[in-house]
């Protein structure tokens, strides 16, 4: 199964910025299809954004115009630029692989995530 390691939360102001990686192993990487997720207390996990292997992205409508998802396929890693935070996007996020944009199997297990806390 596929490793992966979030970094890079923690706490910030609303309006402030953040960025996420998410490093990933597996000699295949650059043929994934590269996913951001987050999940709130007593919520669902949610998708944020999406990469796939071609570079194409996609947003949930909460991260549209704030958050960036890019990948480095040299590092194995990808990334959530987060910016204009507010309140409701603290949760603790995830990111996941899969083989293709089509595709409904997840490639690696759900760690720890890493705290995303937008507070005062």
């Known amino acids: 199964q596929v490793q992966l390691v979030e970094s890079g939360g923690g706490l910030v102001q609303p309006g402030g910025s953040l960025r996420l990686s998410c490093a990933a192993s597996?000699?295949?990487?650059?043929?994934?299809?590269m996913g951001w997720f987050r999940q709130a207390p007593g919520k669902e996990r949610e998708l944020v954004a999406t990469?796939?292997?071609?570079?194409?992205?996609y947003y949930a409508y909460s991260g549209k115009g704030r958050f960036t998802i890019s990948r480095d396929n040299a590092k194995n890693t990808v990334y959530l630029q987060m910016n204009s935070l507010k309140s409701e996007d603290t949760a603790v996020y995830y990111c996941?692989?899969?083989?293709?944009?089509?595709?409904?199997?997840?490639?690696?297990?759900w760690g720890q995530g890493t705290q995303v806390t937008v507070w005062e």
């Open positions: 996941n692989a899969r083989v293709g944009p089509m595709s409904s199997v997840d490639l690696g297990s």
């Open positions: 990469i796939t292997s071609g570079g194409s992205t």
């Open positions: 597996g000699r295949t990487f650059s043929s994934y299809t």
